[in-house]
């Protein structure tokens, strides 16, 4: 079973960036999909962007352009890079593993089988 842990969030003003780290214990991260997903108050959790075992990238409409996802797999790593960030980017970001997909990736919280804890990413305007 593998374990993930987030870092990197905070408290950052519109137009700002940060970087997302998600580190992987107990199974290789190159042989799952890595996703993140994000929560905002009151709100659903929902698809942010997805790396699959090839390293082919996904990403919502409303990060493309200004979010990118990569895996260290040497450091068995993901990461999120996001710029241009905007008060509506306000959440709790979270890492997720799917082991069992070979080929692509989900954009549902059901395909993913191990999440992290999440960590808070605020954008002040």
Do not use: H
Request: proline share 2%; glycine share 12%.
């Amino acid at each position: 079973q593998v374990q993930l842990r987030e870092s990197g969030g905070g408290l950052v003003q519109a137009g700002g960036s940060l970087r997302l780290s998600c580190a992987a214990s107990g199974r290789p991260a190159s042989t799952s999909v890595m996703g993140w997903f994000r929560q905002a108050p009151g709100k659903e959790r929902v698809f942010v962007a997805a790396i699959s075992r090839s390293g082919r990238t996904l990403y919502a409409d409303s990060v493309e352009g200004r979010f990118t996802i990569s895996r260290d797999n040497a450091k068995n790593s993901v990461y999120l890079q996001m710029n241009s960030l905007k008060p509506d980017d306000t959440a709790v970001y979270y890492c997720a593993s799917d082991s069992r997909r070979i080929v692509g990736w989900g954009r549902s919280t059901y395909d993913y089988d191990a999440w992290g804890q999440g960590t808070q990413v605020t954008v002040s305007s």
